[in-house]
């Protein structure tokens, strides 16, 4: 696991201390996934492992209720 403090971004859930992620805020999810569907990889935004997850199964759950689009090929 990488630990080091090279980049300075903080995960943005736990900056606002968001420890359950909405998968009804759509929104939010989609600054997290690029214009096909995909969610970018966390280091793009600095998401720790633990927020990384949990963000991936919210997005996974809004692709099912339909609130963001799934991975277009
Ligand atoms: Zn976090």
Known sequence: METQQ???????FCQNKIEKI???DAYLLRRFMNSQGK????????????????????IKKARTMALVPFVAR
Do not use: M, S, V, W
């Not at 090279?6 to 943005?12: A, G, M, N, P, V």
């Not at 969610?39 to 919210?58: E, F, M, S």
């Open 39 to 58: 969610i970018y990889p966390p280091k793009r935004h600095g998401t720790c492992t633990h927020h990384q997850r949990t963000l991936a199964n919210a």
């Open 6 to 12: 090279t980049e300075k971004k903080l995960c943005y």
């Open 22 to 24: 909405d998968f009804k």
